[in-house]
């Protein structure tokens, strides 16, 4: 009998819900109306925007960025950069289509500056580069440390190239390593830098930097 009075209630309850939510949808019948062809148009909207402006816009700053990257590769890093009178450099690519060229402007832009001794530009450029990619995340990494380098701001440098080589070991790694243990060591860290050393020793024998790595080893050792 208990049983099927609590049946009964709970079916007693469902009803005045399913009423209940009846009853809203009658008295608010126009605003849901209203809302959800609000929504339809917000959608439409969006679908419109990315079809018709921001796709286009990103084919035509692909479309001019093609030239400058041939530029960027053939070595013509001035022409990469302010463009060559025909074709827009990545500075003006950069100022006119932003990311919508893709985030591979930024690291041109960064290493363009850099070869040509603009470091500070260098640094402004390569930190807006941020991708997934550890490989190439590590590229940037390192050469915004050549550039704090290159203005001597040894701290800056090392954390860096050590950024850069914490992100994964891969082949280039090692050079990473290198170049944190020589700011290390130019700025009198002989112990930061002689740890740097005998990580490349043990773990990257067989790389360019591991074969002349008892040099830089016995450098430091022969002072202490």
Same mark, same amino acid.
């Given at each position: 009998?208990?049983?099927?009075?609590?049946?009964?209630?709970?079916?007693?309850?469902?009803?005045?819900?399913?009423?209940?939510?009846?009853?809203?949808?009658?008295?608010?019948?126009?605003?849901?109306?209203?809302?959800?062809?609000?929504?339809?148009?917000?959608?439409?909207g969006i679908f419109a925007i990315n079809r018709w402006v921001i796709a286009p816009a990103k084919a035509e700053a692909q479309a001019q960025l093609f030239p400058a990257e041939q530029l960027f590769r053939d070595g013509n890093f001035e022409a990469a950069l302010n463009g060559d009178g025909n074709n827009l450099g990545l500075t003006d690519?950069?100022?006119?289509?932003? +990311?919508? &060229?893709?985030?591979?402007?930024?690291?041109?832009?960064?290493?363009?500056? *850099?070869? @040509?001794?603009?470091?500070? $530009?260098?640094?402004?450029?390569?930190?807006?580069?941020?991708?997934?990619?550890?490989?190439?995340?590590?590229?940037?990494?390192?050469?915004?440390?050549?550039?704090?380098?290159?203005?001597?701001?040894?701290?800056?440098?090392?954390?860096?190239?050590?950024?850069?080589?914490?992100?994964?070991?891969?082949?280039?790694?090692?050079?990473?390593?290198? +170049?944190? &243990?020589?700011?290390?060591?130019?700025?009198?860290?002989?112990?930061?830098? *002689?740890? @740097?050393?005998?990580?490349? $020793?043990?773990?990257?024998?067989?790389?360019?930097?591991?074969?002349?790595?008892?040099?830089?080893?016995?450098?430091?050792?022969?002072?202490?």
């Amino acid at each position: 009998m208990a049983k099927n009075n609590q049946k009964e209630a709970q079916q007693e309850q469902v009803a005045t819900t399913v009423s209940g939510v009846e009853e809203f949808f009658k008295k608010n019948q126009k605003w849901i109306e209203w809302a959800l062809l609000a929504l339809v148009v917000v959608i439409l909207g969006i679908f419109a925007i990315n079809r018709w402006v921001i796709a286009p816009a990103k084919a035509e700053a692909q479309a001019q960025l093609f030239p400058a990257e041939q530029l960027f590769r053939d070595g013509n890093f001035e022409a990469a950069l302010n463009g060559d009178g025909n074709n827009l450099g990545l500075t003006d690519i950069i100022a006119n289509y932003g +990311k919508k &060229a893709g985030k591979a402007v930024y690291l041109y832009a960064g290493l363009c500056n *850099l070869q @040509l001794g603009n470091n500070e $530009e260098a640094i402004a450029n390569l930190s807006k580069y941020n991708v997934k990619d550890k490989i190439m995340q590590g590229r940037a990494y390192c050469a915004i440390g050549d550039a704090y380098s290159n203005l001597k701001d040894y701290a800056n440098a090392l954390s860096f190239y050590k950024k850069a080589a914490a992100l994964g070991e891969n082949e280039l790694t090692p050079g990473y390593l290198l +170049k944190a &243990a020589l700011v290390s060591e130019e700025t009198g860290d002989k112990a930061g830098a *002689l740890k @740097l050393y005998k990580e490349i $020793e043990t773990k990257y024998p067989q790389t360019i930097e591991g074969y002349d790595i008892q040099k830089y080893i016995s450098r430091i050792e022969n002072q202490q």
